[in-house]
């Protein structure tokens, strides 16, 4: 695993994150001195047969420090985490103060004893206001030179990664310079072949060079239109300029490229789309069913793994830097002590917030990253429905639940479309939707090429229909829940806020409430000439350049009341046509399409459950594409085949 962003560490930025997780915090960034102190530790510690040797403890353990088991496998069984006394031997080479943050509400109360003795405090990280356990427990990289001295091999390891990774990128920076000389060498030099118009032939590296220069150049003119534009040259002529460039240097096609530029301001943009071109960090996530953050942590630190805790915004993440060993092969993996799964792949779990005997339906399930997560909340009691209407993608469902002990949990293989009419009266509802994927573009660049607009009809109607769907299977009357939460891993309004408003539009018993996510940008209440309802504001929205995660989108709602037989009727109906022309009702905040479809519906749906039929599908998607060739200046009256590969162009 190379270093370089990759290391970079996972999750808020500081502002965010120590305001709202830390009241009390004044430990100091550590000095370089420092880091290079513990470099040192580090290097000399041997590394033999892939397996890294235990640190030298600080501190003399209260009983000798066991050797690390062959299979690294004893130590986390059962008998393990319910016995302190082998527990807090195994914490020797690991010291408590970096990892008793783990486990908290997520594991059994025994351990949760044991951390508290292990500590001196049962009070949970994220909300202490005790400034010595805070300096004991924060695992962060801006402890003061105190704290330093009690920093464990893990971190130390985590830190002088970060070294490594500052070296990398001086080294990058020192190569970037070679190179520009090498440009200015090349450019000016006369030997240069010309080609047949007796230009310079070009060169691949000066062009993407002076490409980025010039992408550069013209945010920068936007950024300050007034005062550094040409005279004579509008904001259009340089916006489309620079689409351009950005198509050619980062490889979008055009449709794309203007629909996530539109998203930001133009720096931001920039900056989204360089994000886009490094891999996220890697991320596993502790399965609390079988074992605790931290002894995971120590298991596979002794398996020359370096990582460090996601961010105090988790209890169960680990980030990993650099491991010795293939992270899907260690013997905790295939004992199910871990799942690899992207930091913002959490965030939807957090917010439906599962409680223990509840029903809870996960809509679109494989391959079962936020299934098994959510039976880890729930501690393996309640039911948990976990459906996917591919059934070989299932397959892998199915693999993950055996392998991390899940045992509360029903698979299914339905549309989730067919629910309610499988099963409703759930007490907390889950749709990750199928969606475009543009937030995970780092993860899979074909994304860039090959999404048309027909997707973006395609999968928002998808979306719109499936949160109906979870809406209308969940008991508004749970005496603990009546929640739906909404993600997809894509960063459209299309996708995001569009099927929310939607879905606000067509069940006036469901309102938007707060996420509980402790960061994340608001969801949009204004995009373009779009408007949506004030409360979209509770809806998050997360990106990798912000946060160095996945682009995600997060919505919970909460349903209040059954929905009414005739919620999709009024909505075409002829009052509420006046009731908007007189601006009179909430749902002023519809945006075109909505109003498209809301037109469109004059057949009453009868039953709680929407009563989707693929013929009104069809309608509303062929409505659409005729608008989209409107747009174009295409003929509408084309057969619906050219009209789509025309889209699709
Ligand atoms: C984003 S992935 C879900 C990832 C999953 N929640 C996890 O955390 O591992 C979307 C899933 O939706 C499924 N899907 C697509 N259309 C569906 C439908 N109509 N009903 C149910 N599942 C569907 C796909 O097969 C895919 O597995």
New binding site residues.
């Given amino acids: 695993m190379g270093v370089g962003r990759r290391m970079q560490k996972q999750g808020p930025p500081p502002a965010l994150d120590e305001s709202l997780v830390t009241r009390k915090r004044k430990l100091a960034a550590p000095t370089n001195g420092a880091i290079k102190k513990q470099k040192t530790a580090e290097i000399k510690k041997p590394i033999a047969n892939g397996k890294a040797k235990k640190a030298a403890p600080k501190k003399v353990s209260k009983a000798p420090e066991p050797e690390p088991e062959d299979d690294g496998l004893s130590d986390l069984s059962g008998d393990a985490i319910d016995d302190p006394d082998i527990m807090e031997d195994e914490l020797d080479g690991i010291e408590e103060a970096d990892l008793d943050d783990a486990d908290d509400d997520e594991i059994d109360d025994d351990a949760d004893d044991f951390a508290n003795a292990l500590s001196g405090s049962d009070e949970d990280v994220v909300d202490s206001d005790d400034e010595g356990v805070r300096h004991k427990r924060m695992w962060s990289d801006d402890e003061d030179s105190d704290a330093e001295e009690k920093l464990t091999a893990a971190n130390i390891a985590g830190l002088s990664r970060k070294l490594d990774q500052q070296r990398a990128q001086e080294a990058a920076e020192a190569e970037e310079e070679l190179k520009d000389d090498a440009l200015q060498t090349n450019i000016a030099a006369a030997d240069i072949p010309d080609d047949e118009d007796g230009q310079k032939a070009s060169l691949l590296a000066p062009d993407l060079q002076l490409l980025r220069t010039r992408i550069t150049e013209t945010v920068r003119v936007l950024t300050s239109f007034k005062d550094l534009a040409e005279p004579g040259k509008s904001r259009a002529e340089y916006t489309q300029a620079l689409l351009r460039d950005i198509c050619t240097y980062y490889g979008y096609s055009p449709f794309l490229a203007e629909k996530l530029f539109s998203l930001f301001p133009p720096q931001e943009a920039l900056a989204f789309f360089d994000a886009n071109e490094t891999p996220r960090p890697m991320v596993i996530r502790t399965n609390t069913l079988r074992t605790h953050r931290r002894d995971l942590a120590h298991a596979l630190i002794n398996r020359g793994v370096t990582l460090e805790p996601v961010g105090k915004w988790s209890k169960v993440g680990l980030q990993i830097f650099e491991s010795q060993v293939p992270l899907g092969a260690t013997p905790e993996y295939l004992a199910g002590h871990y799942i690899l799964?992207a930091a913002s792949?959490f965030l939807?779990v957090m917010a439906l917030a599962p409680q223990e005997h509840e029903r809870v339906l996960?809509?679109?399930?494989?391959?079962?990253?936020?299934?098994t997560?959510l039976a880890a909340l729930m501690r393996n009691t309640g039911c948990i429905f976990s459906?996917?209407?591919?059934k070989d993608?299932a397959k892998g469902?199915i693999g993950n639940i055996h392998r991390l002990g899940v045992k509360n949990t029903i698979v299914c293989n339905?549309?989730?479309?067919e629910f309610p009419r499988v099963m409703g009266g759930f007490d907390r509802v889950?749709l990750?939707?199928?969606?475009s994927g543009t937030g995970v573009i780092a993860k899979d660049a074909s994304v860039k090429t090959n999404k048309t607009e027909a997707d973006f009809l395609r999968l928002p109607h998808?979306q719109k229909q499936?949160l109906l769907a979870a809406v209308d299977s969940v008991d508004h009357a749970s005496k603990t829940g009546g929640y739906i939460v909404y993600s997809?891993?894509s960063v459209t309004v299309e996708e995001n806020e569009q099927v929310v408003q939607y879905v606000l539009n067509k069940r006036p018993n469901v309102k938007l409430v707060p996420t509980g996510l402790v960061f994340g940008k608001e969801g949009f209440v204004k995009y373009q000439a779009k408007r949506f309802h004030p409360s979209m504001k509770e809806t998050r929205r997360y990106y990798p350049h912000a946060y160095n995660v996945d682009g995600f989108f997060v919505a919970k709602f909460k349903k209040t009341g059954p929905t009414p037989p005739n919620a999709v009727k009024a909505q075409g109906s002829a009052e509420e046509k006046k009731q908007h022309a007189n601006g009179t009702k909430e749902e002023q905040y519809v945006d075109d399409d909505v109003a498209d479809e809301v037109d469109a519906v004059d057949g009453a749906e009868e039953e709680e459950f929407g009563g989707f039929d693929e013929e009104e599908d069809q309608k509303y998607i062929e409505r659409s594409l005729k608008k989209q060739l409107k747009k174009k200046g295409i003929d509408p009256k084309a057969t619906k085949a050219k009209a789509v590969k025309s889209l699709s162009k």
């Fill in positions: 799964q792949s939807p996960d809509m679109a399930a494989a391959p079962g990253g936020k299934t997560h459906n996917d209407s591919n993608r469902l339905y549309s989730a479309l889950l990750d939707a199928p969606c998808l499936l997809t891993c």
